[in-house]
């Protein structure tokens, strides 16, 4: 049957590739441009063997159904996709401010008003993406890339899922991880609430709230969601409040999306054009 949006077939002779920009999960990602068009893109290759050998086909399947349904400025586009005798090959969105990771771990920790503006945003996109019934559960740095503006894009729906029930499956790097889903207890929607927590932390400490020596502390941390704030740098109570709001153990008590938007440190420091220029 024909597509939503009719997609015409591409194939690798459509595109000229460029640098590589980094390892995705299975695979690498290439600067590209669309011949025709000269539109540059971000081309994700990934090896069918691979795919195969760790049986994530139905996973990667799940994850292009889900990113090409999503339309939203914070979430990076996935275009269409084709393959070949051994590789997939997924066209998504270029962005051309590379991994919010980066500039991260150069400037040490964001200024309030950036960090607000992250946050702003990725509520605003998970907002979008509850309300279509998807939770990310892997929102990280490493997941987070800006675009030629400054604008943040949440990338990589590879542990995305498809919500009907709630779901156990574990997944996502540790010191992101809800408590729920440290001990392995049903998790929902609220999981990327609580990561909202742990990304503003980090964004304003430079260092995630539950960072320890080795995983076992780190899940014990969390389990005892054993907050504090350094002295240095100097945070507003604004920005704290929001935080213990979200790091919170009972999940059904975490601040929900529509009053983070409405919290009093959002108000003052986000940037309405997600921008938020130096
Ligand atoms: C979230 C994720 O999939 N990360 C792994 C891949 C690394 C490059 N990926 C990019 C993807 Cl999927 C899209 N756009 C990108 N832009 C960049 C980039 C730009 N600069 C200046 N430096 C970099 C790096 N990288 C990408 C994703």
């Known amino acids: ?16 590739i460029g640098k590589p920009l980094g390892k995705g999960k299975f695979g690498r990602v290439y600067l590209a441009r669309e011949i025709k068009s000269k539109y540059v893109v971000a081309l994700k290759v990934l090896y069918k063997e691979q795919i195969e050998k760790y ?8 994850e292009m159904e889900i990113q090409t349904g999503l339309r939203h400025p ?6 269409g996709w084709f393959h070949d005798a ?39 996109a998970l907002a979008y993406c ?9 929102i ?33 790097t540790l010191d992101y991880l809800a408590p729920e889903m440290v001990e392995n207890k049903a998790h929902d929607y609220a999981v990327d609430n609580w990561t909202l927590g742990v990304l503003c932390y980090e964004f304003l400490y ?5 960072e320890a020596e080795n995983q ?10 054993d907050l504090s704030f350094p002295s240095i740098p100097n945070v507003s109570a604004d920005a704290k409040d929001l935080i213990s709001r979200l790091l919170v153990k009972d999940s059904s008590k975490r601040l929900s999306l529509q009053k983070i938007l409405e919290h009093p440190w959002i108000n003052k420091n986000a940037d309405p054009t997600g921008t938020c220029p130096k």
């Open 1 to 16: 049957q024909r597509e939503e949006n009719p997609q015409r077939q591409w194939s690798l002779q459509d595109f000229e």
């Open 55 to 62: 049986r994530l086909h139905h996973q990667l399947r799940r």
């Open 74 to 79: 914070n979430v990076l586009r996935l275009y």
């Open 86 to 124: 051994e590789r997939i090959y997924l066209i998504l969105e270029y962005a051309h401010g590379g991994e919010l990771y980066r500039l991260l771990r150069k400037t040490g920790h964001l200024r309030e008003k950036q960090a607000a503006t992250y946050i702003a945003s990725l509520t605003q």
């Open 130 to 138: 509850h309300q279509k019934h998807v939770i990310h559960r892997d």
């Open 140 to 172: 990280k740095p490493e997941n987070l890339l800006l675009d030629h503006e400054g604008r943040l894009k949440i990338a990589d729906f590879g542990w995305s899922v498809q919500s009907s029930l709630k779901r156990h499956t574990m997944c996502g």
């Open 206 to 210: 430079g260092i995630p709230p539950f």
């Open 216 to 225: 076992k502390d780190t899940f014990r941390r969390i389990i005892k969601v």
